[in-house]
Every structure is written in structure tokens, then in C-alpha cells.
């Protein structure tokens, strides 16, 4: 069964670094998304994109976060100068439609530590 | 603004019994999805399931079942003869169909479910 997955798995990193997390949506989805989840704390929407470009965003989602597609099958999610407060657990997903009808599958996450 | 209300934050069962998760919802818009999702200790979010605000017919699924009520915006989802395996945080969460469509879910808090043997 086809399924999204997510590298590294776990990272760590210096405050002030930069870290891209990687994704790859199931084959013929259309749609893709961030998520993160800080311990211990419900999953929290980052930003939505499709056909090359954002979607929707939140208020999270500020200018030391961006996304790319950089080719057909890789999703990633850029954080410029990371914060201690950016360590969370981030979730890639995606979903096949069009209309925000149908399902979004979860990645297993990338649990992101910064020290 | 969609909000996600799930008041329970703990549940302890033993093996066997029946469990009940509430799910409360927010939302000015008349067309929307509802899901359940479970994490279990290793991390993953597992899709459960999906009901549309314009079926509210119940359904059971397995050992799952879930009841939608539009008129008390809530969707409870219910675990028969629950198992140790079910023991994980289950998250209810909301979409809703924008003209712009790839909808942001919005989760609630989660509810821990522990099923001790």
C-alpha cells in the first residue's frame, strides 16, 4: 500500500541552523502539507501546497519557514534559523483530491531537536 | 474560526469493555469533514476514519463505530471490545470545504486511551 514517508527521522540541530525535512507524498496525490506537534501537544496545521505553490498557511508559518518541490516526487519544508521552540514532531501528508474532500495520510514524522 | 473540542484527556478501560471518545466541533461553515486519527506510543498518525456534514448516518466499522449529531456538533467514536493494541492517543480533527480546497485539518487536544489487560 502506498504510504508518505519522511527523512530523517529524527534530527538534531544547533539554535540558529538551518534544517530542510523531507517528504515524499504518495505518487498521484495532489495536495501536500506540513503539520507539526510539539510534546505532549495536539497537531498544529503549517501550510498547504499545490501545484507549485502555497495553498493556505498559518499564522505559524512565518518567513523562517518556506516549502519546496523541488522535483516530482520530494515535498520539503525549510526552516531558516531554527528556535528552540521550533522542536516538535513534523508531519508531512497528502491527499489525492482536488476539493478538500478526501483524506490526508500522514508520514511517520521527523522529530526535530533543537538545542 | 473551526475549533476541535475533545474534553477527555484521559481514559483508562480494562481489555474488553467498550470505550467511548467525545469529539466536539466549531464551524460556520455548512459543508465539512470530520476524521479520527489514532497515534500510538510510536508516533505515526494512522487514519481511522472520515464522515461528510451532510450524511450523518452512523456506521460501525470492525470494532469501530462513530455517532454524528449536527444538531450537538459532536462525533463520538466508540471501540467495542476494546483491546491492549488500542492503547494510543486519538485525535478528532476538522475540514472544511473551501472554494479553495486543500483545507487545513484542525485537531483537537487528543484523548490518551490506556486499555490495561
Known amino acids: 500500500e502506498p504510504e508518505v514517508t519522511q527523512t530523517p527521522s529524527h534530527q538534531v540541530t544547533q539554535m540558529g541552523q538551518e534544517v530542510i525535512l523531507r517528504c515524499v507524498p504518495i505518487s498521484n496525490h495532489l495536495y501536500f502539507y506540513w503539520y507539526r506537534q510539539i510534546l505532549g501537544q495536539k497537531v498544529e496545521f503549517l501550510v498547504s501546497f499545490y501545484n507549485n505553490e502555497i495553498s493556505e498557511k498559518s499564522e505559524i508559518f512565518d518567513d523562517q519557514f518556506s516549502v519546496e518541490r523541488p522535483d516530482g516526487s520530494n515535498f520539503t519544508l525549510k526552516i531558516r534559523s531554527t528556535k528552540l521552540e521550533d522542536s516538535a514532531m513534523y508531519f508531512c501528508?497528502?491527499?489525492?483530491?482536488?476539493?478538500?474532500?478526501?483524506?490526508?495520510?500522514f508520514g511517520p514524522g521527523t522529530r526535530l531537536t533543537v538545542l | 474560526a473551526q475549533k476541535v473540542t475533545q474534553a477527555q484527556t484521559e481514559i483508562s478501560v480494562v481489555e474488553k469493555e467498550d470505550v467511548t471518545l467525545d469529539c466536539v466541533y466549531e464551524t460556520r461553515d455548512t459543508t465539512y469533514y470530520l476524521f479520527w486519527y489514532k497515534q500510538p506510543p510510536s508516533g505515526e498518525l494512522v487514519f481511522l476514519i472520515r464522515r461528510n456534514s451532510f450524511d450523518e448516518q452512523n456506521e460501525i466499522s470492525g470494532r469501530y463505530s462513530w455517532n454524528f449529531q449536527k444538531s450537538t456538533s459532536s462525533f463520538n467514536f466508540t471501540i467495542t471490545a476494546s483491546q491492549v493494541v488500542d492503547s494510543a492517543v486519538y485525535f478528532c480533527a476538522l475540514s472544511e470545504a473551501g472554494v479553495a480546497s486543500g483545507s487545513r485539518l484542525t485537531f483537537g487536544e487528543g484523548t490518551q486511551l490506556t486499555v490495561n489487560p
Open positions: 501528508a497528502s491527499t489525492l483530491a482536488v476539493l478538500s474532500t478526501d483524506t490526508q495520510y
